[in-house]
C-alpha cells in the first residue's frame, strides 16, 4: 500500500486538545478543489489514505503499537515479571498517552487520544463526493465512494465510542471559526451508534462487491461490521444498555457475516500457522484482507523477530491462557477423559499440553520451556517453521531486526464465523432468535477444527481436536466454568454454549486484536484480577532441575537467584540452593506482583483536564467520561 505523510497541525484544526499540543491529523490530499475530485482515480487515492490507519497488520519497521504480541501487553492471557500492568486510575493532565486498556487494538491511532482527525477527514471525503466529484461521476461510482467514506466514518466513531462513551457527533465539515459546533458537548453512545448503524447500512447496500484486489469492497467492510456490531450489540447487553439495540446490533452482527459467508468466496483452508508466516498470502481462502510486506519497497516489520525463538518475551503467555485451551477429545481439561490420549490432559506442563490440546496450541507455543520468556511459555505464532527451528535467526532478514516480511491476515473468515456464530447465539438466547443447531457449529466451530495439520505438528503427535457436539454443551460440559474465585477463571453466569464459543473464539485469536475488547464488551475486566485469578500472573509447571537447569546456577556474586514455584497444594516453594529437587511446579515470573485495583470505570477513558479546560476557556462545557467526573 502507498505510504501517505501525516502532517502537523495545532488544536485549532479540529483537533480536539489543549491549545500547545501539536498533534498529527492526516493529510487532506489537499490540492485545489478545481483541479482534483475529477473522476474515480482521483476518489481513489483519496480513499487510499484511510488504509494503513485502519489495516495496520503487523505495523511497520519498528512500530509496537498494536502489533500482535509485541504490542499486545495488556490481557488476562499475559504475565510479567514485577508488578503486572495496572488500569488507569487518575485524569490524566492531556488525552494524548496512550493506555492498553482502553486503545482501540487493530488501528494504528494514538490509543484513546480525543482526536477527530479521521471523523474530519471522512466527512470532507463525503462532502466533495457530494458536491464536487457527483456530476462528473456515474451513479455507480458515487454509490461506492460515498460507502467506502461512510464505512471509514462509521469504523472510526466504533473506535472513539468503545474508547470514551458518549463523544461529539459530526456528519459534516465546518469552518473553524464555527466554535458552537466545535465545541459541542458529547452525544449520547446511543445516538451516536444510530448514526453509525445507519452508514453501516448504506455501505452494505451500495458497496461493491469487487473493487480489484486488496482493495475494500462489501465483504471486506462486512467482516469488519459484523465485528464492530458484534460489540456494541454486546455492550448494550452485558453493560445494562438498551436492549432493544442490543438486539439491533447483534442482528447487523450476524447479517453482515451472512453475506460473506453466502458469497462461498472463502473457506477454511490450510494449516493455521501458514495463516501468519507466509510470505504472501495473495489468494489464500481463509483471508478476505491482508497486508502484504515487501523488503523492496521498504515495508518491514520486527513481529517475526520477537516470534523466533531467541528475542526475550515480556510480557509473555500465562497459566491461564494455556488452561483455557480445549483437549483434543473435544473436552475442556478438568471434565472427565474416557480416551486413552487424553490421560496426561491434566498435567499442565508444555511437554504434555502439546501432545493432548487442540492444534493451536502447538501451532502458537514452543514445545518446551525457554528462559527468553518471563513465563517459560513462549510464543512463535507470527512466524514460519523455519524461521523458528534456526539456531541463529539474526543473520537472516526476514527472521531478524525490523526486516521481517511475513504477511499478516487483517481479517479472517474465521473471525467472520465465530462473529456469526456468536450473535446467533446472542439472540437465540435472550431476544427470541432462532435456536443454534449443529449445522451452525458445523459451519464454525467445527470447520476450524478440521484444519490440516502440517508435518511438524503430527511429528509431535499432534492430532485433530474432535467435532463440538451441541447436545453436549450443558452446565455440567466445563467443570471450570463453575470456579468463580478459584484460580482458573470461572464463571457460572456465562451460558454454557457462550462460554465454549468465547474459549474458541481465545484460542483462535490469541495474540491478534480481539481479547482485551472482548472482555470490555462482555463486562469481563474482572477476569484480570490476578488476586481473583492468581493463574493469570503465573507460568506452565515445570520442573526447573530438569527442564531450565540455568535458573538454579548461583549468580556472578555467590548469591542464589529468586526462583519460585507454586506446587500442586498451593505453597510457594523458593530456591535457596539447597533445593533443587523441590523446585517442580507452576512457575513464578520474578518478582511478579499483582496489578493495581480497578473499578468499572476503567472500561471507558476519561478526557484529559486540559481537553476540559479548553472548552470551558471559549464559554463551552465538555462532560467528563461517566464514572471519572469530579
Known amino acids: 500500500m502507498k505510504k501517505y505523510i501525516f502532517t502537523l497541525f495545532s488544536a485549532a484544526a479540529l483537533i480536539f486538545a489543549s491549545c500547545d499540543d501539536v498533534l498529527e491529523r492526516p493529510q487532506l490530499n489537499n490540492p485545489q ?32 503499537a498494536y502489533a500482535p504480541l509485541r504490542g499486545y501487553n495488556f490481557s488476562d492471557d499475559v504475565a510479567y515479571s514485577g508488578k503486572q500492568s495496572s488500569f488507569e486510575n487518575s485524569i490524566p493532565a492531556s488525552r494524548g498517552s496512550s493506555k492498553e486498556e482502553v486503545a482501540w487494538l487493530g488501528s494504528e491511532f494514538a490509543g484513546p487520544n480525543w482526536n477527530f482527525a479521521w471523523v474530519r477527514k471522512a466527512n470532507l471525503f463525503l462532502d466533495r463526493i457530494e458536491n464536487v466529484a457527483k456530476p462528473k461521476v456515474t451513479e455507480d461510482v458515487y454509490k461506492h465512494w460515498s460507502a467506502v467514506a461512510r464505512f471509514f466514518r462509521g469504523y472510526e466513531y466504533c473506535r472513539l465510542v468503545s474508547v470514551f462513551g458518549d463523544v461529539p457527533y459530526y456528519d459534516k465539515v465546518f ?19 444510530e448514526k ?9 447496500a451500495n458497496m461493491r462487491l469487487d473493487d480489484g484486489a486488496q482493495y475494500v469492497n462489501r465483504y471486506i467492510a462486512a467482516g469488519f461490521i459484523s465485528r464492530l456490531m458484534l460489540f456494541e450489540g454486546t455492550w448494550q447487553k452485558y453493560h445494562n444498555g438498551d436492549q432493544a439495540l442490543a438486539k439491533k446490533y447483534l442482528e447487523m452482527a ?13 473457506e477454511i483452508s490450510g494449516e493455521f500457522r501458514g495463516l501468519f508466516g507466509a510470505q504472501d498470502l495473495k489468494g489464500h481462502k481463509e483471508v478476505l484482507m491482508y497486508r502484504h510486506y515487501d523488503a523492496a519497497l521498504s515495508v518491514t516489520h520486527h513481529v517475526a523477530s520477537y516470534s523466533n525463538g531467541q528475542e526475550s518475551q515480556s510480557p509473555a503467555p500465562n497459566l491461564a491462557l494455556a488452561e483455557s485451551f480445549i483437549c483434543q477429545d473435544g ?5 472427565p477423559h474416557t480416551d486413552p490420549a487424553m490421560a496426561n490432559a491434566g498435567k499442565l506442563d508444555i511437554k504434555n499440553m502439546i501432545k493432548t490440546r487442540d492444534p493451536r496450541f502447538e501451532a502458537t507455543f514452543v514445545d518446551s520451556a525457554k528462559i527468553e520468556s518471563v513465563t517459560l511459555l513462549y510464543a512463535t505464532k507470527f512466524i514460519d517453521r523455519v ?18 516480511t511475513n504477511d499478516y491476515p487483517v481479517m479472517r473468515y474465521s473471525e467472520v464465523l465465530l462473529n456469526w456464530l456468536e450473535a446467533k447465539a446472542e439472540l437465540a438466547l435472550s431476544y427470541g432468535g432462532a435456536v443454534i443447531t449443529q449445522d451452525d457449529i458445523n459451519l464454525s466451530i467445527n470447520a476450524l477444527r478440521k484444519r490440516p495439520l502440517d508435518k511438524p505438528a503430527e511429528d509431535k503427535g499432534v492430532k485433530q481436536t474432535a467435532a463440538m457436539q451441541l447436545a453436549d454443551i450443558n452446565d455440567s460440559f466445563d467443570p471450570a466454568r463453575d470456579r468463580g ?22 484460542m483462535e485469536f490469541v495474540f491478534e486484536h480481539s481479547r482485551l475488547l472482548d472482555l470490555k464488551r462482555w463486562k469481563k475486566l474482572h477476569y484480570m484480577n490476578n488476586t481473583l485469578y492468581p493463574n ?73 483536564r486540559a481537553q476540559i479546560n479548553q472548552y470551558k476557556e471559549r464559554g463551552y462545557t465538555l462532560t467528563q467520561t461517566k464514572g471519572w467526573e469530579e
Do not use: H
Not at 473553524?176 to 451516536?192: H, I, N
Not at 524461521?387 to 521481517?404: F, H, R
Open 33 to 64: 478543489d478545481d483541479n482534483y475530485w475529477r473522476n474515480e482515480t482521483d476518489l481513489r487515492l483519496f480513499g487510499n489514505g484511510f488504509y494503513t490507519n485502519y489495516f495496520v497488520g503487523y505495523n511497520s519497521s519498528w512500530g509496537t
Open 175 to 193: 469552518s473553524e471559526s464555527d466554535e458552537k459546533e466545535m465545541f459541542k458537548d458529547r452525544a449520547p453512545r446511543t445516538e451516536v451508534m
Open 196 to 204: 453509525v448503524y445507519a452508514d453501516f447500512e448504506y455501505v452494505l
Open 254 to 266: 450476524r447479517d453482515a457475516a451472512q453475506i460473506v459467508i453466502s458469497s462461498k468466496k472463502w
Open 331 to 335: 473436552k475442556p481439561y478438568l471434565a
Open 387 to 404: 524461521g523458528a527451528a534456526l539456531k541463529d535467526p539474526s543473520g537472516t532478514a526476514i527472521y531478524a531486526s525490523m526486516t521481517n
Open 485 to 506: 474465585t478459584a484460580s482458573i477463571v470461572g464463571d457460572y453466569a456465562v451460558d454454557p454454549l457462550i462460554w465454549e464459543i468465547r474459549r474458541e473464539r481465545r
Open 536 to 608: 493469570t500472573a503465573l507460568g506452565l509447571w515445570v520442573d526447573l532441575k530438569e527442564e531450565v537447569p540455568s535458573y538454579l546456577k548461583p549468580n556472578k556474586d555467590g548469591t542464589w537467584p529468586a526462583r519460585e514455584v507454586i506446587d500442586a497444594n498451593g505453597n510457594r516453594i523458593k530456591f535457596d540452593g539447597t533445593n533443587a529437587d523441590a523446585m517442580v511446579g507452576f512457575y513464578v515470573p520474578l518478582s511478579a506482583a499483582n496489578r493495581d485495583g480497578f473499578t468499572e470505570r476503567s472500561y471507558c477513558a476519561p478526557v484529559g
